[in-house]
Every structure is written in C-alpha cells, then in structure tokens.
C-alpha cells in the first residue's frame, strides 16, 4: 500500500502561505492524493484532492508533482485558525472501498 | 445538515465492562469506519463497512466487533473493555467510487479505567 512522508512541524507568519511537502513515491496510477486537516482533536476535515493535475479550491490549492511522487498543499494566507495537523492521504490501492490511512501528519502552527 | 453523529461524546468504563459506540450518518453513503486515535498518533483504522450487511477488519480490529445495522447505521462495540483501549474513537462515511472524500464525526472520548 502507498504511505506517505511528511515533516512532523512546520510554522506560518499569519497572512503568508504555508507550503506543506508531501513524499508518496510509491503511489499508483489510480491512486488519488488527499488532504486533510485536524484542529485541535476535533474530527478530521476534508480539504482537497487531486489525481495528476493541480486543483484549487475555496480552502487550498494542491500541487503534485508530473511523476506523482510528491504534493504540496497550500494555504495561499493562513490565518491563526488553519492551525492544525495535516495529514496527507493516498487511497489504499488493495481494494475499492478507498479506505484512508493516516501517518502523523505535519502539525501547522500559525503565529500571528 | 447533521452529516455523521457519534455518540457519546464521552465515555468512562471500568476494565471488563462493556459498550456500543453509536454512528449514524445521513449522506446516504455506502461506506463506514471506526478510526481510534492514540495521543500524538494519526488514526488508525480498526473496521469498515463498504455497504450494509458487510463489514471487514482495518489495522486494529482485536477486541472490537462492529454492526452495519442498516445504511445510516455502523456501531462499534467493546465486549470486555482493557486499558488499552482508552483512545479518541472517530466514524466515518464516504460515497462509492475512488474519487469521493470521506465526512467524520466528532469522537468519541472514551476512557478505561
């Protein structure tokens, strides 16, 4: 199954975007990339995803790279309350049913 | 638009006893997940349900056994509690097909004394 590498912390100044690397080198042709984010153990929340080509949507734009082996996620302005953990997610290949599997993720921090 | 609801919230068992988590959802999806999470983990996934009537073991299924009820429907239940146990419990529902996102509850906070 694809798994991912992200760094465990990264931090933002508010009002700059933050950048979040993603590693998913050994991800499938149909795999999809996923994004999603954890504020304060609360449950996760979907923020975007792609397949090959990049997406933008109201909340972030992902960009992955042209051999799919890495994304990054971006936050074009933080704010104080896009801090959280972000999980990057490639959907298991073993089965239809897309389940998700979860590292670490990358804690964000945004300082004001 | 409630989405997925779990209850409880939180939950506080003596070793040994018993319990359901309860999920329901209304998006009309076919899948469903528990998920616990351990302090300073990602979530772990213990079983699914790709539609009713069937269910399949995650990462960490031992000591858990699950119902699909009907479609809204997907609890979780814990036969003979341990310590280890104790963990932040998230369902979670998605529609078919690889390219559809998955919605979560709010947990469940459940701990084993």
């Known amino acids: 199954d694809a798994k991912t590498t992200q760094p465990p912390s990264m931090d933002c100044a508010e009002g700059r975007a933050a950048n979040l690397p993603c590693n998913h080198s050994?991800?499938?042709?149909?795999?999809?990339v996923y994004w999603y984010r954890q504020i304060h153990s609360q449950g996760p929340q979907y923020i975007i995803h792609?397949?090959?080509n990049n997406e933008t949507n109201e909340m972030a734009s992902l960009i992955i790279t042209e051999d799919r082996k890495s994304s990054t996620l971006i936050l074009p302005h933080a704010t104080l309350r896009d801090t959280a953990v972000y999980y990057c997610?490639?959907?298991?290949?073993?089965?239809?049913?897309?389940?998700?599997?979860f590292g670490r993720g990358t804690q964000l921090t945004v300082w004001p | 638009n409630a989405g997925v609801t779990q209850t409880p919230k939180f939950q506080v068992l003596k070793t040994g006893q018993s319990m359901t988590l309860q999920c329901a959802q209304d998006?009309?999806?076919?899948?469903m997940y528990w998920y616990r999470q351990d302090p300073g983990m990602g979530l772990r996934l213990i079983y699914y349900?790709?539609?009713?009537?069937?269910?399949d073991k995650g990462e960490v299924p031992n000591g858990y056994n699950v119902s699909r009820l009907n479609k809204r429907e997907f609890s979780l239940r814990l036969e003979s509690a341990a310590p280890s146990q104790t963990s932040v419990y998230f369902c979670?529902?998605?529609?078919?097909?690889?390219?559809?996102?998955?919605?979560f509850g709010q947990g469940t906070r459940l701990t084993v004394v």
């Open positions: 979670a529902s998605s529609g078919q097909g690889m390219n559809t996102e998955a919605f």
């Open positions: 792609g397949l090959k």
């Open positions: 998006m009309n999806h076919n899948s």
């Open positions: 050994t991800i499938s042709g149909n795999e999809y």
């Open positions: 349900s790709a539609s009713e009537g069937t269910t």
């Open positions: 997610i490639v959907r298991d290949r073993g089965s239809t049913l897309g389940r998700l599997y």
